[in-house]
């Protein structure tokens, strides 16, 4: 009996557990990212190698401007079984490719992408925010730990502007009071 319960302690203490590292999307987030290639960095002979992945999104209230990341994935053993604590290197570049429209509102520094950089502690996110005097979304890619962050960051900007014959909407527009 006493073995009993304890496996279904055991059990309900992993359910919880995938639970809690289960990856959390933020309303309005971007959907998995499209894994565009990659370029290796580090032969493993018999594990993967360490690589260079380039991956793209588009922003989820934001019709018409998509953003391009890379970021190094660790190869190796850790690496094979994802456990291994990703490096905090990662560049970001985002463009309009396309009428700008709005689908929403949102607050400066809104969460647009995140990503889990380690097992445990470390998560990847891009996070949009609107220069109002110029008309410019600003697009920032940072990571950050449970214990401390990382100064490790890129920007990218997009002017928002005119598309054929449609006007540039003004991201103030957008923003919440």
């Keep these: 009996m006493a073995l009993s319960t304890f496996a279904r302690s055991l059990a309900a203490a992993m359910l919880a557990a995938v639970f809690a590292l289960a990856p959390v999307i933020p309303a309005g987030a971007a959907e998995e990212p499209d894994r565009i290639f990659d370029k290796s960095t580090k032969w493993n002979m018999l594990t993967p190698d360490h690589k260079l992945a380039v991956y793209g999104i588009d922003d989820p209230l934001v019709e018409g401007v998509a953003c391009h990341y ?22 970001l570049a985002c463009r309009q490719i396309g009428p700008v429209s709005f689908k929403g509102t949102f607050e400066q520094g809104d969460e647009v992408f995140r990503q889990r950089r380690s097992f445990f502690f470390k998560r990847m996110r891009i996070v949009r ?29 997009v002017p928002v502007m005119p598309w054929g014959d449609q006007p540039a909407p003004r991201c103030s527009d957008a923003l919440e009071d």
């Design 70 to 91: 890379t970021l190094p994935e660790k190869g190796g053993v850790s690496g094979m079984f994802g456990v291994a604590e990703e490096v905090s290197d990662i560049s």
């Design 129 to 157: 925010a609107c220069d109002t005097e110029r008309n410019v979304l600003i697009y920032l890619v940072y990571s950050d730990k449970l214990i401390e962050g990382s100064p490790k960051n890129s920007t990218s900007t």
